[in-house]
């Protein structure tokens, strides 16, 4: 569906069913450089299992209109934007990467808002190499391959897809090559400039699953489980043998630790 949040056309996935404000509304925040349909599969388990689905691709990515927010905190204040667009009154934020900094930044802005944090491939501190943040600024496909190596665990580089005749390596490579010029820069730049992980952790009050992946080399599950550590009572998840990438590499281990 398409929402204005904050007078921009925005693109929001509802996971096969139209948005009903009235019931439990999950929010799905994506990755740097990436969109809605990172969450393809989990938004429809959602969708169809009384939960209302935002997906939203952030400003600037995707379908939506827009710049590209430039730091963690803008985008948190857009969540919660989100979430008035919609009619919804709170919502459980799911998030990947970039997109768990969101929520977790958006549950210290606005804590009325947020009911609940899935928190996936997230890390204390979320800091980039200078030579992918030096590609992605000149819009080099270097910053594509790197993203997308790094990003997938071992099994995923041989094939490991579940859906026959498709290769994660090269599907998220599709994504990426999508986005506008600069954008995956922005979003990167927002990841390593934010320091305010493990202070807005301590303050969280909702219950909180942090899920990670045993072999994930951009946020390594230590500094993962720093995180959770700083979290009261958060639960932690470490899928064995998976990547940065959960939702394409465990989607079903990724799906199981969602809903519980």
Request: contains cysteine; aromatic residues 4%.
């Amino acid at each position: 569906m398409q929402l204005s949040v904050n007078g921009v056309d925005t693109f929001v996935a509802t996971g096969g069913r139209p948005f009903d404000p009235s019931l439990p509304a999950v929010v799905m925040l994506h990755g740097a450089g990436f969109d809605h349909s990172t969450w393809a599969l989990h938004s429809r388990w959602f969708a169809h299992h009384g939960f209302s689905v935002l997906a939203p691709d952030l400003p600037g990515h995707g379908r939506s209109d827009g710049k590209p927010l430039p730091t963690i905190s803008d985008m948190a204040d857009w969540t919660a934007a989100l979430l008035d667009a919609a009619k919804a009154p709170k919502g459980k934020l799911i998030g990947h990467s970039m997109g768990s900094l969101i929520a977790l930044e958006t549950v210290v802005r606005h804590p009325a808002k947020v009911s609940g944090l899935s928190l996936i491939g997230t890390a204390a501190t979320m800091t980039v190499g200078p030579d992918l943040l030096k590609a992605a600024e000149a819009n080099d496909p270097a910053a594509i391959d790197m993203v997308s190596i790094w990003g997938l665990g071992f099994k995923a580089e041989l094939g490991g897809s579940l859906a026959p005749g498709l290769w994660m390596h090269s599907g998220a490579q599709r994504v990426l090559e999508k986005c506008r010029p600069g954008v995956l820069f922005n979003d990167l730049s927002a990841c390593n400039n934010y320091q305010n992980a493990l202070a807005a952790a301590a303050s969280v009050a909702v219950p909180t699953t942090v899920i990670l992946g045993e072999r994930d080399m951009m946020t390594p599950a230590k500094a993962g489980k720093a995180l959770a550590a700083a979290v009261p009572n958060a639960r932690t998840v470490v899928l064995p043998g998976a990547g940065h990438m959960m939702m394409a590499e465990r989607p079903d281990e990724l799906l199981e630790a969602l809903k519980t």
